[in-house]
């Protein structure tokens, strides 16, 4: 019944910057999670990023200090700063959200995908 639309992916430099955008739609979650997830071709789908309905949030150890995750309860919309990007966070990101609760989540629905890309 949600759907999320990603945008914000593509090609850049290691060393620079992506903003990537998730907007949520259709019937919104009064107690949700919201988070990005990225996957290598041939590898599992980790976390990068996820922000509780509480506002806490956690990141991947290989991302921490380089990203920030936040998000527009208003308009159902999160976002992902990644700075200092790497070859290494190349892959396609997935925006998830779930029903958060408290001491676990849902991850019911899922964008996508968009594609980021870091050439060195």
């Known amino acids: 019944q949600v759907q999320l639309l990603e945008s914000g992916g593509g090609l850049v430099q290691a060393g620079g910057s992506l903003r990537l955008s998730c907007a949520a739609s259709?019937?919104?979650?009064?107690?949700?999670?919201m988070g990005w997830y990225r996957q290598i071709p041939g590898k599992q789908r980790t976390l990068v990023a996820i922000?509780?309905?509480?506002?806490?949030?956690n990141y991947a150890d290989s991302v921490k200090g380089r990203f920030t995750i936040s998000r527009d309860n208003a308009n159902n919309t999160v976002y992902l700063q990644m700075n200092s990007l790497k070859p290494e966070d190349t892959a396609v990101y997935y925006c998830?959200?779930?029903?958060?609760?408290?001491?676990?989540?849902?991850?019911?629905?899922w964008g996508k995908g968009t594609l980021v890309t870091v050439s060195s």
């Open positions: 998830m959200t779930g029903r958060d609760y408290g001491n676990y989540y849902g991850m019911n629905y």
């Open positions: 259709g019937s919104g979650f009064s107690n949700n999670v």
């Open positions: 922000i509780r309905s509480s506002g806490n949030i």
